[in-house]
């Protein structure tokens, strides 16, 4: 039971930024599944984000979150995709 838990939460220390957004949009179909308007709007955040285009997935996500999205998985999200960024602009 407590396996998958704990292996996402290493894979969150040990991925790059960028493998760990992907995980991130596969987490949100499952937790946000509910809006499926939501959950079909994440292909374009994943296209962004395999097109490395941090900063219009943030705008994109920012524009299609619902309005209960949680304030952490918005954080988490920002702060991946800023170390990505840099990762791969610097």
Same mark, same amino acid.
């Given at each position: 039971m407590w396996k998958p838990l704990?292996? &996402?939460i290493w894979d969150g220390f040990v991925n790059e930024p960028h493998d760990e957004l992907l995980a991130m949009i596969d987490e949100f179909r499952a937790d946000y599944d509910y809006? /499926?308007?939501f959950v079909k709007n /994440?292909?374009?955040v994943q296209d962004l984000i395999l097109a490395y285009d941090y900063q219009h997935a943030l705008e994109t /996500? !920012?524009?299609i979150a619902p309005y209960d999205? &949680? !304030?952490i998985d918005w954080e988490v999200f920002q702060n991946t995709a800023e170390r990505a960024y840099y990762e791969y602009y610097e």
């Open positions: 704990i292996s &996402r809006d /499926l308007a /994440l292909d374009t /996500l !920012d524009k999205f &949680r !304030d």
